[in-house]
């Protein structure tokens, strides 16, 4: 098969896996400039307002768990409500994030739906995400250290009939 070929394969994939962007470097080779989490639209960046709260109280002993409420079935980012600057605890006493969905949501991650750092420079060595092959109502990430840094991250998760996606930060 020719590279011309091949190229406008992995335009066609990217396209339908819904890219956004692309960018031709040379003569037949593409990457991608920009792969947006839903509709092509890039997440806006903001510093988070105000001192980072406490971890909710409730969940499981070794669990800050995040409840996510949709207040509206669009799915608009101003709708879905979470605690937006989050200060995580030690990890003696808190060595994993839950973020927990109402009824009719779902985190389906072979769909590419989960919790997301935005920064990609962000080290590895800070968080391991679950590893949930359905579909569920809780995401969750295992704390490997804290650092103190505040780490903005998105959530992306869906109905029936929409994606959502909701941007917040914290204080690992």
């Known amino acids: 098969m020719r590279l011309e070929s091949l190229s406008a394969i992995a335009v066609a994939l990217c396209l339908i ?15 991608i400039a920009a792969a947006y989490p839903v509709g092509g639209k890039p997440m806006k960046t903001r510093k988070p307002s105000g001192p ?3 971890c909710p109280s409730g969940g499981a002993a070794r669990d800050c768990t995040l409840k996510v409420t949709v207040t509206d079935p669009n799915c608009e980012e101003a709708n879905i409500k979470l605690e937006e600057y989050v200060k995580l605890p030690p990890i003696a006493s808190k060595n994993r994030v839950v973020w ?29 995400p ?3 092959p359905k579909c569920s109502d809780t995401f969750e990430w295992k704390r ?29």
């Not at 969905?101 to 420079?121: H, I, Q, S």
């Not at 804290?146 to 690992?172: H, Q």
């Open 17 to 31: 896996a819904g890219c956004t962007q692309l960018r031709q470097h040379t003569e037949g080779s593409y990457s």
């Open 100 to 128: 927990t969905l109402p009824v009719g949501y779902l985190f389906c991650e072979r769909a590419g739906d989960g919790v997301f750092l935005k920064d990609p420079n962000v080290p590895d060595d800070l968080f391991e």
């Open 144 to 172: 490997k250290k804290a650092d103190g840094s505040d780490i903005e991250y998105y959530l992306r998760f869906r109905s029936a009939s929409k994606i959502c996606v909701k941007d917040p930060w914290m204080v690992n």
């Open 130 to 132: 679950g590893n949930n």
């Open 52 to 54: 980072p709260v406490d």
